[in-house]
């Protein structure tokens, strides 16, 4: 059985091992557009900041069995009918290779905002390890001290403590009312404490229409007034699903352009798979597909395409969102529905937000740990979390235990039965996670009893 | 209503609150023998050390809305017919308090070993506020430079660390084959390593037979040629059930001589419920009651038997035995069961252990992170899963998650569906619980083939 994998990153990298694990004699081949097979995208600040000072440990793996691998080979054409894929090699040859089944995971490419002056020297998207490279030697070569960063999303802000970390002057410049909108604006208000507590500069509601030079400098302008002239300029305002190659082959297309495939991830065309940031995404609780591109959802599509690639049986058990960012100190994660998401999505949601220690305060060390929880007040059924708090307080970890409880539909009050570990240096007996659900369940009651009042 | 709680420790006073939440209106009265009420006993460690100067912080809490509070009142007997319980209070006068709905929460004791010289000055067991005051005052008065901890759970252990922490060389003599009985001896003999490397001296095996003094030092013997000379002597070797005045009153017993209890937390007696260190726990996976004596499962059953006893219907969820200790620099964690209690009830476990980064390598500061995970190789269940790395890798809360989908009854397979959250200072694109989970999965298939050829 030849299994022909499209890409190198998460999704085609995970299929491939996983085809290996199951099947030791299946042809393996995976052609990749570049030289860098899967390697960390979310590593590129760290690379940048220079905490990561070799750009090739953001491999996250260096052997890959079983897996021919075409490093440099761009696909070109997927002949569904002939069950052939044309291949431009580097060398500007093209090859034909042949598959039984064929996994798409062509990724995701920066958003091109429509900036005039966006393609002036200075002015970078992060994205590949190309990208990372270029912008590597910008800072080596050109030792720049000021920077504006278009967008604050998870790239966007860790670009800007990246920078912040080598010394450089950063402003952000967010089109959204706080920056990370991924959480609420109340949690995101002190994500933007953090952020000014080391020096960075956030403007929000802010649009850029320009990026002009005058020598070496760039000048930046956007709404609301927003002006600044700096050095260097990084373009991070999310990212689009690389799927015109599966387009062209007659893939069908859903949420944002993005491949259409089936919980099996089948595409429409037999015996073609897609996976990864080019694919829509089956989210838990909306029981339909989105597009939310993560590196650990690509991990788990690619892995469930190989299994049914190679005859298995197993459908994605779907998407929560969840998410985690460490920008300085701090950590901000989130799992499940936002109020106004579940709100959209026809729950009638009830949200809370609460602040307690991350563990005993007699023992040194405690720090607050802000909690938010969406609940839905009919069913009282668990809709979502969001947490922030020291990136020593288990905030990644705590918003695992809630995408977890979601996994498993559970209702919020629920949560108290959950048998949680507690020694005082690291929690209460009840843990955060419960005094937040307890906290839920009050509001409510106290809500609905005025509401009865009011009525 | 009224509403007549004996205990004032987790049980007792999460019974109180839970009550006067549910309804305000119930006349609630908690009798507890001393003058602490809801101290954090997990938290004496701490005060001894010195890392918590000073003890009144370790209150869980100071107000207790609802709850007329009665301490330094002893309950001495109950009478269930005529629901009356008699109660000495400081004086040495007796009152007799009426009650619709009784709860018991009398906690536990320490075990007492059948040591010669136990009783002996610079001696101490380790269990009440009372208990610390006096190794307190022990501390500060005689300044002693050495001891010797008998047991090494979770109290020896963290008396260990903290003992150290004042500058006093300590021996830990444990019955068991390693340290931290509570996890599997591969995991203690770091935790032994550990120990060591902070000038603990370990010594397994060893049944203390006699302590005996000359002036102020305390020379204690035992099995294997133990033989030392201190200056202190600290003895913590488990606890069992203050279960004699519900057995007095004719409540029938379980394991350990604990009170029987239904999973609404009803005795045997009308209207009197019992809950906390003093009653048997329902375990979720063994489907039956055991004594698992845990602060988390006391105050999850004080809050169940209020439920119950305010007319509402909950079920005790049941206990996995969730426990984390911080020792020093590490964090060990366990949920679940071990292979041996998996096997000795009817289970078909299969364990692997493994090793893998907390988080992504090439992110400094990342450290190993060891994971044993037990799962039934006939039926693809998680049975338990069990921790150790350092106390800034997200133990505790990643056996957390463990514990979430074992309250679910997950396959271990299963867990790679969980949306876990990923960003590379904090976890990988599969969390180490998902790299192990997949480590058992491949082992498994391993031994399932050798053993295949070997047939």
Redesign the interface.
């Known amino acids: 059985m030849k299994f022909l994998i499209i890409g190198g990153s998460?999704a085609g990298i995970a299929a491939g091992l996983r085809a290996h694990?199951l099947d030791p004699s299946c042809d393996i081949c995976l052609v990749l557009a570049d030289e860098f097979p899967n390697y960390?995208i979310?590593?590129l600040p760290?690379y940048l900041s220079g905490?990561?000072p070799d750009w090739h440990?953001?491999a996250?793996r260096t052997e890959f069995p079983g897996i021919s691998l075409l490093p440099s080979h761009t696909a070109e054409r997927i002949d569904p009918k002939l069950k052939t894929v044309q291949v431009r090699r580097k060398d500007g040859n093209e090859v034909e290779i042949a598959y039984d089944k064929l996994l798409i995971g062509t990724g995701a490419r920066p958003v091109r905002p429509s900036i005039e002056g966006f393609d002036l020297p200075g002015v970078f998207p992060l994205h590949t390890m190309e990208d990372s490279f270029a912008v590597h030697r910008f800072l080596d070569e050109r030792q720049p001290k000021s920077a504006v960063i278009v967008g604050a999303g998870?790239i966007g802000l860790e670009m800007a403590d990246a920078l912040t970390h080598r010394g450089i002057h950063v402003r952000i410049a967010s089109r959204t009312e706080r920056i990370l909108a991924t959480v609420d604006p109340s949690l995101g208000e002190h994500v933007e404490a953090e952020m000014q507590k080391h020096g960075v500069e956030v403007f929000n509601r802010v649009e850029i229409n320009s990026i002009s030079n005058s020598g070496e400098q760039l000048t930046v302008l956007g709404t609301s007034g927003f002006a600044a002239t700096v050095d260097l300029v990084l373009v991070a305002v999310g990212v689009r699903p690389n799927s015109e190659l599966g387009i062209a082959a007659g893939i069908t297309t859903g949420a944002k352009g993005a491949l259409q495939v089936s919980r099996h991830m089948e595409t429409n065309l037999p015996d073609v798979y897609a996976a990864g940031d080019c694919v829509e995404t089956w989210h838990?609780l909306l029981n339909r597909n989105t597009y939310l591109p993560?590196?650990?959802?690509?991990?788990?599509q690619g892995?469930t395409a190989a299994e049914n690639a190679l005859g298995h049986t197993r459908e994605f058990?779907?998407?929560?969102?969840?998410?985690?960012?460490?920008l300085f100190d701090i950590?901000a994660?989130r799992?499940g529905l936002l109020e106004d998401e579940a709100l959209k999505a026809g729950f009638d949601p009830f949200t809370i937000e609460t602040t307690v220690w991350d563990h005993?305060?007699?023992?040194?060390g405690a720090r607050e740990l802000r909690l938010r929880v969406t609940g839905d007040q009919q069913t009282g059924k668990l809709l979502g979390a969001q947490l922030l708090g020291h990136?020593?307080s288990?905030v990644?970890?705590?918003?695992?235990?809630f995408?977890?409880?979601l996994?498993?539909r559970m209702d919020v009050e629920e949560l108290?039965?959950?048998?949680?570990?507690?020694?005082?240096?690291?929690?209460?007996?009840?843990?955060p996670i419960q005094m937040a659900s307890q906290a839920w369940t009050?509001a409510l009651s106290a809500a609905q009893s005025t509401s009865l009042q009011t009525a």
Do not use: I, M
């Open positions: 998460d694990e960390s979310c590593g760290f905490e990561t440990s953001l996250h998870y838990r993560l590196g650990t959802t690509a991990h788990k892995r058990a779907g998407s929560l969102g969840t998410q985690v960012v460490k950590v994660a799992t005993k305060a007699y023992y040194p990136k020593q288990e990644s970890k705590r918003v695992d235990v995408a977890t409880a996994f498993h108290n039965e959950l048998d949680l570990s507690y020694t005082p240096p690291l929690s209460s007996p009840w843990d009050r």
